[in-house]
T-cell receptor
């Protein structure tokens, strides 16, 4: 079956512009996670959705970052007024439970 | 102290040798432990999970957990050049409500032919 998909695969934007990153989780997976990975670094947790519960936003680095998940499926991560330090790979993962997470291919964001 | 610590490496082993990757964690009440493999430019993929003390074997991979020492390791037997990747340790613990994974920064493994 289809895995987690993310779009776009690459995004180049200018400082100050807004960007939207999309994640399509595996069908039926109730949990969805967003992570950020800077070059040579580990995964930094951003936000977590579980079913219809309020999302855990504790990892969002600033109020420029927001995310939503519509209909318990597709999620969009929005970064407003992008800064150069936002350049990273943004990874989405979904999970059928609170255990195994399956990662998408990521979106490589470059802010010029 | 970081919640999950790994030596960044690189860990270099010859083909056919045993590669030993180590990870320590700070939250004593952690319950679930995972090893992910990440090839350069790719996303992480799960290779092992372990929940109780002792060893868990899957093919050439063995995960070892020692909760008293707050230590989890991954052994790769008969290492192959295709095993060359970054290995990420992840832990699910009380401080995240047992809901989120906390990742280490990863250990880079290089297997030379």
């Amino acid at each position: 079956g289809a895995g987690v998909s993310q779009s776009p695969s690459n995004k180049v934007t200018e400082k100050g512009k807004d960007v939207e990153l999309r994640c399509d989780p595996i069908s039926g997976h109730t949990a969805l996670y967003w992570y950020r990975q800077s070059l040579g670094q580990g995964l930094e947790f951003l936000i977590y959705f579980q079913g219809n519960s309020a999302p855990d936003k504790s990892g969002l680095p600033s109020d420029r970052f927001s995310a939503e998940r519509t209909g318990g499926s597709v999620s969009t991560l929005t970064i407003q007024r992008t800064q150069q330090e936002d350049s990273a790979v943004y990874l989405c993962a979904s999970s059928p439970s609170v255990e195994t997470q399956y990662f998408g291919p990521g979106t490589r964001l470059l802010v010029l | 102290q970081k919640e999950v610590e790994q030596n960044s490496g690189p860990l270099s082993v010859p083909e056919g040798a045993i590669a030993s990757l180590n990870c320590t964690y700070s939250d004593r009440v952690s319950q679930s432990f995972f090893w992910y493999r990440q090839y350069s430019g790719k996303s992480p993929e799960l290779i092992m999970s372990i929940y109780s003390n002792g060893d868990k074997e899957d093919g050439r991979f063995t995960a070892q957990l020692n909760k008293a020492s707050q230590y989890v390791s991954l052994l790769i037997r008969d290492s192959q050049p295709s095993d060359s990747a970054t290995y990420l340790c992840a832990v699910k613990g009380r401080n995240t409500g047992f809901q989120k994974l906390v990742f280490g920064t990863g250990t880079r493994l290089l297997v030379s032919p």
